[in-house]
């Protein structure tokens, strides 16, 4: 497979915070991904926005933007439910954070359809609810965040908008600020750029990104996009979700379809861990009975074999 993104768009991630990097995904994927969006979500947006704000108030955070999100594992086809997990992503995450292993601690749906929420919000910084403290100095100690656009999305149809590092920088210098300050709010938008982009877009950022969503105006509308959040593994600072909070989902779907690189995301051992005994093996068996464990039978088998997979892999 040929790369889906240059190092160049890795160098914008690292400088800026920010890259959107067109025709990530192909036709095929985001057609097959739309037909699992409409299963799921199911619903069309309203002819008309909802505007709750009135003229030149920043936007404000309310329950109803969130309605539409649903974190994997989600009852629809493998497509939506491996592509926070696709090979690329992975990829650009190891290199964005310069790790060999990283981890998945967010991935879900979310579907905003016109008049469902006013999508408005006020500029803020997702290391807020990624964290305990503040963003490390290091991007690397950091995450980084994808929003793998599935629709099309123009100015009317809720793209995020952003300001990069080195802009914010001249506001509010390297520390940041909160973002609870109305003429922060204002500095912030005189800088502001949007990640409008058609379907099969990516948009990259980082935690101490300053970044809104915005409302869908477009009289029918909807916007379909995954957000999906890699770290370094091990790097227990940075947190969203714990899956086994989520044992009751339909966790078949992403065993029976993933490889052993995929699986590993969620923390699941690789092929040739010691973790895997026979023991183990037939209890995880049991859990998931479709589940091909034949990578992890051989590499029991045959643990210098697996050992040199694993080292050409890492
Ligand atoms: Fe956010």
């Not at 009289?219 to 940075?238: E, S």
């Not at 690189?261 to 973790?275: E, I, K, N, S, T």
């Not at 037939?282 to 479709?290: C, F, G, I, K, S």
Request: charged share 20%; proline share 7%; with cysteine.
């Amino acid at each position: 497979m040929t790369s889906r993104f240059s190092q160049d768009q890795i160098a914008t991630w690292r400088r800026d915070g920010v890259v959107v990097i067109p025709d990530f995904f192909t036709p095929d994927e985001v057609t097959a991904v739309t037909a699992d969006f409409q299963q799921v979500f199911d619903r069309s947006g309203a002819d008309a926005a909802l505007v709750k704000r009135k003229d030149g108030e920043a936007g404000r955070f309310n329950p109803a933007q969130f309605i539409g999100v649903q974190s994997v594992p989600v009852d629809c086809s493998p497509v939506l439910n491996l592509m926070g997990v696709h090979p690329a992503l992975i990829d650009f995450a190891k290199q964005a954070l310069n790790t060999d292993e990283v981890y998945l601690y967010q991935c879900q749906a979310w579907g905003k359809f016109t008049g469902e929420a006013d999508y408005d919000q006020p500029f803020h910084c997702d290391y807020v609810n990624h964290t305990l403290t503040a963003p490390s100095d290091d991007e690397t100690q950091n995450s980084v965040t994808f929003i793998c656009i599935c629709s099309d999305v123009t100015e009317a149809h809720g793209p995020t908008h952003y300001v990069t590092r080195p802009d914010a920088a001249t506001i509010v210098g390297p520390e940041g600020t909160l973002t609870g300050d109305p003429a922060l709010q204002t500095a912030l938008r005189e800088h502001e750029r949007s990640a409008a982009a058609p379907a099969g877009s990516l948009f990259v950022y980082g935690i101490d990104i300053y970044h809104r969503g915005t409302n869908l105006t477009a009289p029918g509308g909807h916007r379909y996009v995954m957000t999906v959040c890699f770290k370094a593994a091990k790097n227990d600072a940075i947190n969203f979700v714990a899956w086994p909070f989520m044992h009751t989902k339909p966790w078949h779907i992403i065993f029976d379809h993933a490889t052993p690189d995929q699986l590993a995301c969620f923390g699941v051992q690789r092929p040739g861990d010691p973790f895997w005994t026979e023991t183990t093996l037939r209890r995880a068996q049991l859990r998931y009975p479709n589940w091909d464990l034949t990578p992890w039978r051989v590499a029991m088998a045959s643990p210098s074999k697996a050992r040199a997979e694993l080292e050409v892999q890492s």
